[in-house]
């Protein structure tokens, strides 16, 4: 299982990012993206899974965060992707209540090869800050359909916002910590029937 990392480069008229990833990392993260919510997020994500992320995005943002967030989400998912190959020795499935003071929110992920979101969070306004708060199911599902994952968020309860997004970065953080660790007893076993998790 030794090697999986990976990096990915995208840059279109909008954005120009480039992600590189360590799966057997110890959280280190180094992100850069104009967008200083969305990073302390990023850092969330990163600390909490330890994947190591290198992350440096530069995006229209003159024009609002949008852009930014959806292709930052686009080249992780990509990256993750490429960095778990034919997901050999994957623990595959993995789920969580996360608490943070108020709020309590569960991710259940399948790093299944099938990209889908189910996303059932709701937030009392649309703005953190500056941050619109769309584009946090906008991050996710750019990261489910990128890195072939199967992923439900839910946010059962909570009352300050900040604290509803955060917990959804650090349940999704922790849900792709498990379901990506090797599964000692067969760590060289694609976990399925069909023998492949590709999709």
Known sequence: MAGRSAEVSRKTRETDITVSVNVDGTGKADIS???????HMLDQLSRHSLIDMTITAKGDLHIDDHH??????IAIGQALSRALGERRGIMRYASLDLAMDETLTRAAVDVSGRPFLVWKVDFSAPKIGTFDTELVREFFNALAQNAGITLHVTN???VNNHHIAETCFKAVARVLRAALEVDPRQPDAVPSTKGSLKG
Do not use: A, K, L
């Not at 930014?68 to 989400?73: A, K």
């Open 33 to 39: 993206t104009g967008v200083g919510f969305f990073d």
């Open 68 to 73: 930014t967030v959806e292709d930052t989400g």
């Open 156 to 158: 059962q309860y909570g």
